[in-house]
């Protein structure tokens, strides 16, 4: 049964028709073309669907549609503001920490949840947090590296760029 | 999706090969694949449709630089190449080697890979080979471009060639730098019709500036943006999503199905040939909604295989050996030793998991085929397609986008099959994409493997008798790193693929997987060199060293230990050090760990790995040092269980001197051993079969 449900995409208002209780996963990637979002296991194991529901890390591929009604959903696309990276990105790209790259959105948005949570997180704090985010590449000590990076360029606000 | 117009030989733009008829389009797809890697998306839109699949006169790779090479009328410089990017970091090691040799800035190269029609034929992305085999040709196609540059520019300019230089893809005059021509004014957009009677020789490491630096990934931004474009992120027009009936197990057959419920279903479509049967509908979410309304009842599998059985079974189901390596005599060997030990090392399947499951979009138009796929042999798809399809080689066109993984189980391209067969039966394209559960079921697997081990060392501590016996997962690396005098390998069965009695050997299929053969016989022959050292009275680490009679070996075992930072002493120390090492194809690898083992739980910890490894001239620190710290830790996952943090790997010896090694796999085929010797450091308990998980490092410390 279709439904129309109105959710908040990246800063813009989607409304979609179409059943509520499909997982938000396959409407971002497939009605609304937001592919950055991956399937991984589709059982909530591996990480690479997570976005952010209302700041909160969230697996898509466990989310029903309904569940994002009226509320505010934030995908890796959103995160680069004006063809600039966030810091977060930018250290992944500076820290290589990434490789095939699969990966890398779901665990750049449960990296940028927990500096929302948490702008100074250590590196046991990091690890703990990613725990749920697999890298089948094997990057994980330099994603460690790079959450730390990111999180101290943004709290000595250098680049005056404010977690979002 | 963007379609952009089709270039077809025929056409005007086409016959004449050159102009800006590509640049534009080229930009838009940049835009679109975001950069680093180039998807094309309609055949024959690229830059020369001719050079797709071009072989040199043996086979391998051609002759002629327009096959590897174009420089744009725009300056751009596109880089064609068969390999793949599934994480290894060729899209920027393979730009930075052209862009030394051609003289032109790294980021003025855009690579092209893995795209049947523009790139020219190579068997696949395998067994670290790409630096160590395409770079060579690369390399040397970019010197004999240049080298025509220089001719051209050199007739242009009324200036002599030895009197030019090449630098930022400019040829100017050494004497007056204001006279100059650029690559673009020189040749942009044609074919290089001029060829050098004598190949001018690439430069020698000493005088690159690109090649040898510490690159950041080129495909990094387009990574953290989600802008990078893997298989299944592609979208047609009228594509469909397959949802495919599987069996409960492997050899289950199908006895009768009931698809009328599915195809009640809202905007489902049911497709059946033979035992495929798929619900395709525009969402995959609602395809596998569909298809669990399929009923179906199979006759079971006639298996009667099982992980307690299966060792058995491997060491019985085959009487056939071949000899890898036989020098001496055994009999010989076996009367000069002091002691003789025998041992046996079992290893259990494990799946590749990659990120991205099997993906692949068929699209089938007027009799040809496009096809994107997550592959590792895109050429190989190539075939399988036109075979599978009835068409001829030239019909199909296959496209690869970046990669999520591949670790050697894209080799195998089942969903491209899949997909092919269901366009056909559906008249429009078709995407498969693999659940994890079928990803965990149809990938083919490491196999599961037996070694024998019987050999002995004299009063002298040397090992005089070596006699290995492999079952079923192939030699690689079997043959001693050691100087032996008297040793025999014997190989049972077929390789990681199962040979060609797979069907009655492994349950399922089995593949390469990330150092095929090697992980497995590294785990064996170097938990056995400790077995042997504690025999013998000596530490592992002076033990290995003194059967060492490669002085490249020795140099880099002695590299690692003085990082390493710690003594060894006679096993079992209880602190837990370990040692393992390999030659991998040509790439020397000598790695040590610490770890700390909780007795009561069995669960290890790997406080830290040290890593050194030989691999020969390095194009990409960078990249090189990713794919060892990758291989470290996936090696910890295979060799203890998915997830165990470790705590440093690094690179610390490179050989320029020595041509380009592979780097992408040999540090992963250490793991096994290293950690089983540590453990065996920590506790005086030897783990025989991997995984050495909790419960059997418990169970070992009761027995």
């Known amino acids: 049964m279709d439904k129309t449900i109105r959710f908040e995409l990246n800063g813009k208002e989607v409304a979609i028709e179409t059943s509520a209780e499909r997982m938000l996963l396959w409407v971002l990637r497939t009605d609304l073309d937001h592919t950055g979002t991956k399937y991984g296991c589709g059982e909530g194991y591996c990480g690479a669907c997570t976005v952010l529901v209302d700041g909160k890390p969230t697996f898509s591929c466990q989310f029903p549609l309904a569940k994002a009604e009226g509320r505010s959903v934030l995908t890796i696309e959103g995160l680069a503001r004006g063809g600039r990276l966030h810091p977060l990105q930018q250290a992944f790209a500076d820290e290589g920490a990434l490789q095939c790259g699969y990966c890398t959105p779901g665990m750049i948005l449960q990296a940028y949840a927990l500096l929302l949570r948490k702008p100074d997180p250590t590196e046991a704090e990091i690890a703990d947090a990613l725990e749920t985010n697999l890298c089948r590449c094997g990057a994980y000590n330099r994603i460690v590296k790079a959450v730390r990076a990111a999180s101290q360029k943004m709290t000595m606000k250098v680049t005056g760029h404010e977690a979002r | 999706m963007k379609r952009d117009k089709t270039l077809r030989p025929g056409d005007d733009e086409y016959a004449t090969g050159s102009d800006a008829r590509t640049s534009l389009e080229r930009r838009e797809f940049l835009k679109l694949a975001g950069g680093g890697l180039v998807v094309f998306f309609a055949?024959?839109?690229?830059?020369?449709?001719?050079?797709?699949?071009?072989?040199?006169?043996?086979?391998?790779?051609?002759?002629?630089?327009?096959?590897?090479?174009?420089?744009?009328?725009?300056?751009?410089?596109?880089?064609?190449?068969?390999?793949?990017?599934?994480?290894?970091?060729?899209?920027?090691?393979?730009?930075?080697?052209?862009?030394?040799?051609?003289?032109?800035?790294?980021?003025?190269?855009?690579?092209?890979?893995?795209d049947t029609d523009l790139c020219p034929y190579d068997a696949g992305t395998f067994g670290s080979r790409s630096t160590k085999y395409f770079g060579p040709p690369l390399r040397q196609a970019a010197a004999e471009a240049r080298g025509v540059l220089l001719k051209l520019a050199s007739?242009?300019?009324?200036?002599?060639?030895?009197?030019?230089?090449?630098?930022?893809?400019?040829?100017?005059?050494?004497?007056?730098?204001?006279?100059?021509?650029?690559?673009?004014?020189?040749?942009?957009?044609?074919?290089?019709?001029?060829?050098?009677?004598?190949?001018?020789?690439?430069?020698?490491?000493?005088?690159?500036?690109?090649?040898?630096?510490?690159?950041?990934?080129?495909?990094?931004?387009?990574?953290?943006?989600?802008?990078a474009r893997f298989s299944g992120d592609i979208r047609l027009p009228g594509m469909l999503y397959a949802a495919i009936l599987r069996p409960p197990a492997h050899g289950a057959t199908l006895k009768n199905v009931d698809t009328s419920g599915a195809e009640k279903f809202p905007g489902a479509r049911v497709v059946r040939d033979g035992d495929l049967v798929a619900v395709l509908h525009e969402k995959p979410d609602l395809a596998a909604e569909a298809l669990a309304l399929v009923e179906a009842e199979y006759e079971p599998s006639p298996s009667k295989l099982d992980d307690a059985n299966i060792f058995d079974h491997i060491k019985t189901v085959e009487a056939r050996s071949e000899v890898v390596v036989e020098s001496g005599s055994l009999d010989e060997g076996a009367m000069l030793t002091s002691k003789t030990v025998e041992?046996?090392?079992?290893?259990?399947?494990?799946?590749?998991?990659?990120?991205?499951?099997?993906?692949?979009?068929?699209?089938?138009?007027?009799?040809?085929?496009?096809?994107?796929?997550?592959?590792?042999?895109?050429?190989?798809?190539?075939?399988?397609?036109?075979?599978?399809?009835?068409?001829?080689?030239?019909?199909?066109?296959?496209?690869?986008?970046?990669?999520?993984?591949?670790?050697?189980?894209?080799?195998?391209?089942?969903?491209?099959?899949?997909?092919?067969?269901?366009?056909?039966?559906?008249?429009?394209?078709?995407?498969?994409?693999?659940?994890?559960?079928?990803?965990?079921?149809?990938?083919?697997?490491?196999?599961?493997?037996?070694?024998?081990?019987?050999?002995?060392?004299?009063?002298?501590?040397?090992?005089?008798?070596?006699?290995?016996?492999?079952?079923?997962?192939?030699?690689?690396?079997?043959?001693?790193?050691?100087?032996?005098?008297?040793?025999?390998?014997?190989?049972?069965?077929?390789?990681?693929?199962?040979?060609?009695?797979?069907?009655?050997?492994?349950?399922?299929?089995?593949?390469?997987?990330?150092g095929p053969g090697s992980n497995t016989n590294i785990f064996a022959t170097?938990?056995?060199?400790?077995?042997?050292?504690?025999?013998?009275?000596?530490?592992?680490?002076?033990?290995?060293?003194?059967?060492?009679?490669?002085?490249?070996?020795?140099?880099?075992?002695?590299?690692?230990?003085?990082?390493?930072?710690?003594?060894?002493?006679?096993?079992?120390?209880?602190?837990?050090?370990?040692?393992?090492?390999?030659?991998?194809?040509?790439?020397?690898?000598?790695?040590?760990?610490?770890?700390?083992?909780?007795?009561?739980k069995g669960a290890v910890r790997v406080l830290r790995v040290v890593c050194a490894q030989d691999t020969g001239e390095v194009i990409n620190p960078e990249g090189a040092r990713m794919q060892i710290e990758g291989c470290v830790t996936m090696g910890l996952g295979y060799a203890l269980t998915e997830g165990i943090r470790f705590k440093n790997g690094r690179v610390l010896d490179e050989n320029p001197d020595l041509a380009p090694q592979g780097c992408g796999e040999p540090a992963v085929t250490t793991m096994g051993a290293v950690l089983a010797n540590a453990i065996y450091d920590a506790i005086g308990v030897r783990l025989f079969m991997l995984p050495m998980t909790p419960a059997r490092i418990k169970d070992a410390l009761k027995a």
């Not at chain 2, 032109?104 to 890979?113: G, K, R």
């Not at chain 2, 100059?180 to 290089?192: D, Q, S």
């Not at chain 2, 025999?488 to 593949?511: D, I, M, N, Q, Y």
């Not at chain 2, 006679?570 to 090492?581: L, V």
């Open chain 2, 43 to 114: 055949v024959g839109e690229g830059l020369d449709a001719q050079m797709g699949g071009a072989r040199g006169a043996d086979g391998g790779y051609p002759d002629d630089p327009n096959a590897y090479l174009n420089v744009g009328p725009d300056g751009r410089v596109t880089c064609f190449t068969g390999k793949i990017e599934m994480g290894q970091g060729i899209v920027t090691s393979l730009a930075m080697m052209l862009a030394e040799e051609l003289d032109v800035p790294l980021d003025a190269v855009d690579m092209v890979m893995g």
């Open chain 2, 155 to 227: 007739a242009r300019l009324g200036v002599a060639e030895d009197a030019l230089l090449t630098k930022n893809g400019t040829v100017h005059d050494s004497k007056d730098p204001a006279k100059k021509a650029t690559y673009a004014e020189l040749v942009g957009g044609k074919k290089i019709e001029v060829r050098l009677e004598n190949k001018p020789p690439i430069k020698h490491h000493t005088k690159h500036s690109v090649s040898g630096r510490p690159t950041p990934r080129t495909d990094a931004r387009a990574k953290v943006t989600g802008e």
């Open chain 2, 343 to 514: 041992r046996s090392y079992f290893a259990h399947y494990v799946a590749h998991a990659p990120s991205e499951p099997h993906t692949a979009l068929v699209q089938i138009e007027d009799g040809k085929v496009n096809v994107w796929a997550s592959t590792q042999s895109p050429f190989r798809a190539k075939q399988e397609v036109a075979r599978t399809l009835g068409l001829r080689e030239a019909d199909v066109s296959v496209r690869t986008p970046f990669v999520g993984c591949g670790l050697g189980g894209k080799n195998q391209g089942g969903q491209i099959v899949e997909a092919a067969r269901l366009a056909k039966l559906a008249g429009t394209p078709v995407h498969v994409a693999w659940t994890r559960q079928e990803e965990f079921f149809y990938d083919s697997f490491r196999p599961a493997a037996v070694y024998d081990i019987r050999s002995g060392f004299d009063a002298a501590g040397k090992i005089v008798l070596w006699d290995y016996k492999l079952y079923q997962a192939g030699s690689r690396s079997s043959q001693p790193v050691y100087d032996i005098p008297h040793k025999r390998v014997l190989s049972f069965g077929g390789g990681w693929g199962g040979g060609e009695g797979a069907a009655r050997t492994h349950p399922f299929a089995t593949g390469a997987w990330r």
């Open chain 2, 526 to 600: 170097e938990s056995h060199i400790d077995v042997l050292a504690e025999a013998a009275g000596m530490d592992p680490l002076s033990f290995r060293l003194h059967n060492l009679a490669d002085a490249r070996m020795k140099r880099v075992v002695e590299a690692a230990a003085k990082q390493f930072g710690r003594a060894f002493s006679r096993a079992p120390s209880g602190r837990g050090y370990g040692i393992a090492i390999t030659d991998y194809l040509g790439t020397y690898v000598a790695t040590m760990a610490e770890v700390a083992v909780d007795k009561a």
